[in-house]
């Protein structure tokens, strides 16, 4: 048996979880969210303890909730620090174009609704 004590046994505790490219789908991220057990399921508030969320950045681009998604992520963050978690927000390279003046991913429809 490689691991012979169940990470819930060691100093891994509280859990750590990466969260992947979200690109802007707030359902879909919510639905990630929710299955880890970080976010509850019925209110979508921060339940994840002591619990510590990296996500690797590209929340925005590609999708139409990219602001959304960032606003909700910024909560659940602020939520998160309350309870003694935390939630890592990094930047990928589609924050980093967005930063630059780029916006070729960005949905058009966002851009829209945002006056652009």
Request: hydrophobic letters at 40%; aromatic letters at 6%; proline letters at 4%.
């Amino acid at each position: 048996e490689l691991f012979p004590v169940s990470l819930s046994d060691t100093l891994f505790n509280p859990k750590v979880i990466a969260l992947p490219d979200l690109h802007g789908d707030y359902e879909s991220s919510m639905q990630i969210l929710k299955s880890t057990g970080i976010v509850d399921p019925r209110t979508e508030h921060w339940n994840g303890g002591r619990s510590v969320a990296v996500q690797v950045g590209d929340v925005v681009d590609k999708g139409p909730d990219s602001i959304r998604l960032t606003r909700k992520l910024l909560a659940l963050q602020a939520e998160a620090a309350r309870a003694g978690g935390r939630i890592d927000l990094l930047l990928g390279n589609h924050e980093m174009m967005y930063l630059s003046g780029v916006f070729v991913f960005a949905d058009s429809e966002e851009i829209l609704r945002l006056g652009g």
